[in-house]
């Protein structure tokens, strides 16, 4: 059974940088799409960016495109978030989530395993 576990969530300043982390486990990371949503209160849960079958299957969400960066360690079965140029409209529980397909696709009910969640808060 795969199982996802997130990390480098935290406090950090407009404009400024994190990074996450999400272990896949019970499963290996390139049979996988895995990628990452975030979520305010309030809101509706919103699509990040995901990693599909094959180095050129990356998709990112029109708010973090040109800022936020996947990247994968197969070896580590890890897939890292880079966030850069934080805001503090991204403030929020980002989530790393996975689907059994190669497809990448945007639609939160797709994804059928999901992490616990790690706070990310920007402030100014």
């Known amino acids: 059974q795969v199982q996802l576990a997130e990390s480098g969530g935290g406090r950090v300043l407009n404009g400024g940088s994190l990074r996450l982390s999400c272990v896949v486990s019970?499963?290996?990371?390139?049979?996988?799409?895995v990628g990452w949503f975030r979520q305010e209160p309030g809101k509706d849960r919103e699509f990040v960016g995901a990693t599909g079958w094959g180095e050129r299957s990356i998709y990112y969400g029109n708010s973090v495109k040109g800022r936020f960066t996947l990247s994968r360690d197969n070896a580590k079965n890890t897939l890292y978030l880079q966030m850069n140029s934080l805001k503090t409209d991204d403030t929020a529980v980002y989530y790393c989530?996975?689907?059994?397909?190669?497809?990448?696709?945007?639609?939160?009910?797709?994804?059928?395993?999901w992490g616990q969640g790690t706070q990310v808060t920007v402030s100014s």
């Open positions: 019970g499963g290996t990371l390139n049979s996988l799409t």
């Open positions: 989530a996975a689907r059994s397909s190669g497809v990448v696709v945007t639609d939160r009910s797709s994804y059928h395993v």
